[in-house]
């Protein structure tokens, strides 16, 4: 059973940086493709970023291009997202994601369905 645990969530004012973590229990090969994804209270889950841990090859939501950045530590199985110039709209609880299988484009790296395995999820607030 792979087990994601995200961290490093809180409260921030805007113009404000956080960095979150995931923590993942498997190895690279048997969840190819991770990535965050994020709710806020009323809207649909949207995607953020994704990457694949070998080759890295990260897309992002247009969105969020330039703001937010997302890395990996393949040897520690963590997966980071480093958020800058943080805005309200941003506020959202932010979950980290796995796939079981790899896929390629942007159209697949977007869908939740894609994802086999779920984080509880973090929250950010964007507030002053």
């Known amino acids: 059973q792979v087990q994601l645990v995200e961290s490093g969530g809180g409260l921030v004012q805007p113009g404000g940086s956080l960095r979150l973590s995931c923590a993942v229990s498997?190895?690279?090969?048997?969840?190819?493709?991770v990535g965050w994804f994020r709710q806020a209270p009323g809207k649909e889950r949207e995607f953020v970023a994704g990457?694949?841990?070998?080759?890295?090859?990260?897309l992002f939501a247009d969105s969020l291009k330039g703001r937010f950045a997302i890395s990996r530590d393949s040897a520690k199985n963590t997966l980071f997202l480093q958020m800058n110039s943080l805005k309200p709209e941003d506020t959202a609880v932010y979950y980290c994601?796995?796939?079981?299988?790899?896929?390629?484009?942007?159209?697949?790296?977007?869908?939740?369905?894609?994802?086999?395995?779920w984080g509880r999820g973090t929250q950010v607030t964007v507030s002053s």
């Open positions: 498997s190895r690279t090969f048997t969840t190819p493709v």
């Open positions: 990457v694949r841990w070998i080759g890295g090859g990260s």
């Open positions: 994601a796995a796939s079981g299988t790899m896929f390629d484009g942007f159209d697949a790296f977007t869908r939740h369905a894609n994802y086999d395995y």
